[in-house]
């Protein structure tokens, strides 16, 4: 399709953004496998945009993870997240802002619901009151945080010190951008750009000065598939979901991937590393694998943040061929030190995938 | 007995689900899962519409249920607005609550995500933790995980977390009575009555299998089903 027409549809899916006064729940995958992340997302919301971000220490899982293995019932769920919107209402926030896909995706699917079935907001209020005493307000505004930053894009811009742009050349760096399917397949009306041409992540990396690969397996799914991959036995199917997309971006010589869920940059990151080890096949340049960025640690390295504040030491795949593509300093001797400068030591390297 | 299908019906995901399928086979080329396992989710839909008790009850006992990823790639291609993944979602549910998923191999791994990620949920606030994450059970997470977890305090400072500590922040310690707040929502919607009949149905069928089940994720049952894979799931038909 001409890009015209790709931009003509995605118009019909511009969903409004608060602007500001944020109430926002954390991801339990992004917590654990890069947590910097977050960080570098409350940092630029506050720090440099100069925003109101609220947390509460009260707030948990959504149980999303639970619900989509089926170990955990939707009325179990919806209560949950009942529970959020009440802490929220607590502490005089209405726009809230998520962390995380599935959340996203849960959110947006227990509001339908409530929208569309009354009798079972009533009853999920009624649960929540017996279980806790709490009450709840519905958001006004429900966005996901790549949605915040994709409206800021252009703000991050001008005060950015670095550009999508090889330092030497100028050539646009190409841009494989993963959408998490719960983002908007489920309600393209809730995510920016709709299901087709999601442009939440285009945005920023066309407002940044990358160009976006369009490649056969765009929109196929990472392979996560919950209970496919929470269970041993199962994990071939996130594997060879993985291994589609990489065979499928491969020939168009991605400088990076680029993410925003909290999932998926974990598999794209780790399956590289087990395809490297289980068959010897590596994706990038040089024995090298392709890195994925979360959208938190793009719009930190356009800022100019330090690499390792951004938690990049902790991906399996390194992102330094891309550092140095967009000539960014940093210090690979600090590269695994703590926080205070003590040596912890460094990863084993890799059998096949060149890590240092 | 109420008619499995009216069962289904009953929750409004299946009501939102389940419009009039074409049988155009769109959700199978798009589908995750039919790329991987002798999957379709036309097919599911197809039983659906036909209210046929008996072809009900096989889906609920068999593997292919349990073969989607929940990725709901198809909600968004089917023309007719039919969620074959949603409708996923009922079924599964139904299958434990009725105590048919321990018939196949993929409904009996329920109880290993019940001791895993359910049982994280209640005891961290999180659906994981690092700690649980453990390297030697996880191969693929890598070095670099593995040199994490041996460092985990230190690295968890560095990259900004308030790892398992009080107050807000990455990866704090959720407070008691928050975690409390979360078993009693458990208790009173039905959460916890799904976990104790994936127990009590899992027991039984060790006992039939004879093999040993105790609470420990090292019983026998627990590996078995964590890790047994049968090929005729990805076997070319």
Redesign the interface.
Same mark, same amino acid.
């Given at each position: 399709m001409i890009n015209e027409g790709k931009k003509r549809i995605w118009k019909d899916y511009q969903k409004e953004i608060a602007d500001d006064r944020y109430f926002y729940v954390r991801s339990c995958i992004r917590q654990n496998f890069f947590p910097a992340s977050e960080k570098a997302f409350l940092r630029i919301m506050q720090e440099e945009l100069k925003k109101d971000v609220f947390e509460n220490a009260a707030h948990t899982t959504c149980s999303g993870i639970g619900y989509h293995s089926d170990v955990v019932p939707f009325d179990t769920t919806m209560t949950v997240i009942a529970r959020q919107f009440s802490l929220m209402t607590e502490s005089g926030n209405e726009n809230l802002v998520t962390s995380c896909i599935t959340s996203f995706g849960l959110y947006n699917e227990v509001l339908e619901t409530w929208k569309h079935f009354p009798d079972v907001l009533k009853k999920v209020r009624g649960y929540l009151k017996t279980a806790t005493g709490r009450e709840f307000e519905i958001p006004k505004n429900v966005a996901h945080a790549s949605d915040v930053i994709f409206r800021f894009r252009k703000e991050i811009s001008a005060i950015g010190v670095n550009r999508l742009v090889h330092h030497e050349t100028g050539r646009p760096l190409k841009v494989v951008e993963h959408i998490g399917c719960h983002y908007s397949k489920m309600f393209p009306s809730k995510g920016v750009g709709g299901a087709e041409y999601p442009y939440v992540l285009v945005g920023m990396v066309e407002e940044w000065g990358g160009e976006v690969i369009d490649y056969p397996e765009r929109r196929h799914c990472c392979g996560f598939g919950f209970r496919q991959y929470l269970v041993r036995a199962n994990r071939g199917y996130s594997l060879a979901n993985s291994k589609k997309k990489f065979e499928s971006m491969k020939p168009y010589k991605p400088d990076f991937i680029l993410t925003n869920c909290p999932g998926c940059p974990m598999f794209l990151d780790r399956w590289q590393y087990t395809l490297s080890e289980m068959e010897g096949v590596t994706y990038g340049e040089n024995g090298r694998g392709i890195p994925v960025l979360t959208y938190e640690e793009l719009a930190g390295l356009i800022l100019g943040y330090d690499p390792w504040d951004l938690g990049l030491q902790v991906h399996q795949v390194p992102v330094e061929p891309l550092l140095d593509k967009m000539g960014i300093q940093y210090d690979t001797s600090r590269k695994f030190l703590g926080k205070d400068g003590q040596d912890l030591g460094r990863p084993d390297a890799p059998s096949v995938l060149k890590f240092f | 007995m109420d008619r499995l299908y009216d069962m289904l019906s009953a929750?409004?995901?299946f009501k939102?689900g389940l419009k009039a399928c074409l049988h155009c086979g769109t959700c199978t080329a798009i589908c995750?899962?039919a790329?991987?396992?002798n999957y379709q989710p036309r097919k599911i839909v197809e039983i659906l519409q036909t209210k046929n008790e008996e072809e009900i009850e096989a889906l609920l006992k068999g593997d292919m249920i349990?073969y989607? +990823?929940?990725?709901?790639?198809c909600?968004?291609r089917c023309p007719r607005g039919n969620?074959p993944g949603l409708l996923i979602?009922v079924l599964? +549910?139904l299958s434990?609550d009725l105590g048919y998923f321990t018939e196949s191999e993929?409904g009996r791994?329920?109880l290993?995500?019940?001791r895993?990620?359910?049982e994280w949920?209640l005891e961290y606030?999180?659906? @994981? &933790?690092?700690s649980e994450?453990r390297p030697e059970?996880h191969? $693929?997470?890598?070095?670099?995980?593995?040199?994490?977890v $041996?460092?985990i305090e230190?690295? @968890? $400072?560095?990259?900004?977390?308030n790892y398992a500590k009080?107050?807000? +922040?990455?990866?704090?310690k959720?407070?008691d009575?928050?975690?409390q $707040?979360?078993k009693?929502? &458990?208790?009173?919607?039905?959460?916890t009555r799904? &976990?104790e009949k994936?127990e009590a149905c899992s027991r039984q069928k060790a006992e039939e299998m004879g093999m040993e089940l105790t609470d420990s994720l090292d019983s026998e049952y627990v590996h078995h089903?964590?890790?047994?894979?049968d090929p005729k799931h990805?076997a070319a038909e």
């Open positions: - | 929750d409004v995901r939102e995750p899962a790329e991987f396992y349990w989607c +990823g929940e990725c709901m790639s909600v968004t969620a979602t599964r +549910g434990q993929k791994q329920q290993a995500i019940k895993t990620v359910g949920i606030g999180y659906c @994981m &933790f690092p994450v059970a191969p $693929e997470q890598g070095p670099v995980w593995k040199w994490e $041996e460092h230190e690295v @968890m $400072e560095r990259l900004g977390a009080t107050g807000p +922040g990455i990866l704090r959720v407070p009575e928050d975690l $707040e979360l009693k929502i &458990f208790d009173v919607t039905g959460g799904r &976990f994936i089903i964590y890790t047994t894979n990805t």
